[in-house]
């Protein structure tokens, strides 16, 4: 399975060095791929987020969100990154299966990209679908500063629809000034629902309506690129389809109670049918957070006559190449996650004054591992805090090759997107009951005391990360490492 994972060479360039690049690419190659080379570099840069004052942030080539990487499937691609941060980096492909050496965590997989230094990202995505890139040092300000793009894997043959249209949806914590607030690494909001801001930015600016055409069949890619801001989005007068979670295509199926849940790094492919009005506005709202419900965008219909007037059924989008865990043999292991503000903490103004760290409820099994105090999250037991660091023991060893079937109890009173590096896995079971619609995921939403099931084939060797992508979350505790031997 995915020899496609073959990896010849990485390293470190020094920034300006694009000669051996160059070099590499001119040769004939006998195989029918391309090998595509791509230079992008994160550094300071100014842009208009609110339309009002230009915000300072950080960015991969001066855009917010960085430029929209697509690839083909199957295709190599050689990404150089240099770093002209002022801080050491890194780029993580979020979603891709790749080699381990290419995974971009900095003391587990790679070291740091000093400034003024390059990496070469080596790899061949053998997934089709919608995926994104962004750093794993440093994490909640690089991240927060707007280092995020969209990674896009196209398909061989092109889908169906009149339209794919890629939304970044990211949410920011805008100052008066209009500059991005400090204060990144907050405990308080570390143990609760981390740095969550006031400004929703749909593909780097204020969403302004989307113009649509009745009619219109749309693919629609949702990419939740926020520290820790969940949604829950409701489309008035349409029925959207579900196609693909975390780029893996799953089958055809309409939203739960009529919401998208899309929890911080998660993606949903959408097939958005235009059967409204010409003329007509439709809301597009979010109010995943009580009390806290806003308007993000408004489908805007034009006034021309309906594309069409009937609908073509639902497509189904092509399946990628997963290994298929066998799930009676699948050896099993269990993550508990733990810590936080309890929920009983919340009421009274129990929070006054005592700070996240006192106080008995509030955190369960703390292990030794933190360090610094820093820690208000654990899995089974251990906090890994920070962006991580070399020399953390793994939590398992997973058999290589061999299929494993992990519970993941949520023992907290709150939500949690819950990522595995390196694979895409199958959602079986969550409370009980069954998960239909052959869901796999990268990243999987766990409301308060949920246990979900996931199963996958650990197929790629390495040291790779599992985490809560609530950035303050993650960087608290949320946080472990899986051994792939
Ligand atoms: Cu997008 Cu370690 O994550
Ligand atoms: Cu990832
Ligand atoms: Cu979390």
């Known amino acids: 399975m995915h020899s496609n994972f073959s990896i010849s060479r990485r390293g470190f360039l020094r920034a300006g060095a694009c000669l051996a690049a160059s070099m590499l690419s001119s040769p004939r190659r006998a195989s029918a791929s391309t090998v595509r080379e791509i230079r992008i570099a994160a550094a300071p840069a100014a842009v208009s987020l609110t339309g009002k004052a230009d915000t300072e942030v950080w960015a991969y080539d001066g855009q917010i969100p960085g430029p929209t990487l697509r690839l083909r499937q199957g295709e190599p691609v050689r990404f150089t990154v240099e770093n002209r941060l002022g801080q050491d980096t890194t780029v993580h492909w979020h979603g891709i299966r790749l080699p381990n050496a290419m995974d971009g965590v900095p003391g587990l997989t790679q070291p740091p990209i000093r400034l003024d230094e390059s990496f070469l990202y080596e790899f061949t995505p053998p997934d089709a679908g919608t995926f994104w890139y962004h750093p794993h040092a440093n994490s909640l300000e690089q991240l927060g500063r707007g280092l995020a793009g969209a990674l896009i894997v196209e398909e061989p043959e092109p889908v169906p629809v009149d339209r794919d249209l890629l939304w970044v949806l990211s949410d920011w914590r805008i100052n ?55 949604m829950a989005l409701r489309f008035e007068g349409h029925v959207p389809v579900i196609i693909a979670r975390d780029g893996q295509p799953c089958d055809p199926h309409a939203l739960e109670d009529g919401r998208l849940l899309l929890g911080p790094a998660m993606r949903i492919d959408l097939l958005v049918d235009m059967q409204g009005e010409p003329g007509r506005r439709y809301r597009i709202t979010d109010d995943f957070y009580q009390g806290l419900g806003y308007e993000l965008t408004r489908l805007a219909y034009s006034g021309e006559p309906p594309l069409r007037t009937k609908m073509p059924d639902p497509i189904r989008l092509p399946p990628n190449p997963l290994p298929e865990p066998e799930l009676a043999a699948a050896e099993r292991r269990e993550l508990t996650l733990e810590g936080g503000m309890m929920s009983r903490m919340m009421g009274g ?31 089974n037991g251990t906090s890994m805090t920070g962006d991580g660091h070399a020399g953390m023991a793994p939590l398992f060893n997973l058999a290589r090759g061999k299929s494993h079937l992990v519970t993941i109890r949520n023992r907290t009173a709150w939500w949690h997107p819950i990522h595995l590096h390196g694979f895409s896995f199958r959602v079986l079971a969550r409370n009980g009951a069954a ?51």
């Open 176 to 230: 008066e000034e209009g500059q991005i607030a400090a204060g990144f690494g907050n405990m308080m909001e570390a143990g609760m629902s981390g740095r969550v801001g006031n400004t929703v930015t749909l593909n780097g600016a204020v969403p302004a309506n989307q113009a649509v055409r009745a009619g219109e069949r749309i693919r629609l890619r949702l990419l939740n690129s926020s520290l820790a801001r969940i």
């Open 435 to 485: 998960v239909p619609h052959n869901q796999w995921a990268d990243t999987v939403l766990l409301a308060p005391e949920d246990v979900v099931e996931i199963a996958f084939v650990a197929d790629s060797p390495g040291d790779w990360m599992l985490h809560c992508h609530v950035t303050d979350h993650q960087t608290a505790g949320l946080m472990t490492v899986l051994r792939v031997v």
């Open 349 to 379: 103004g129990m929070m006054s004054g005592g700070g996240m760290m006192g106080g008995g409820g509030m955190m369960h099994g703390m292990g030794g591992m933190s360090g610094m105090g820093r820690a208000v999250w654990s899995i």
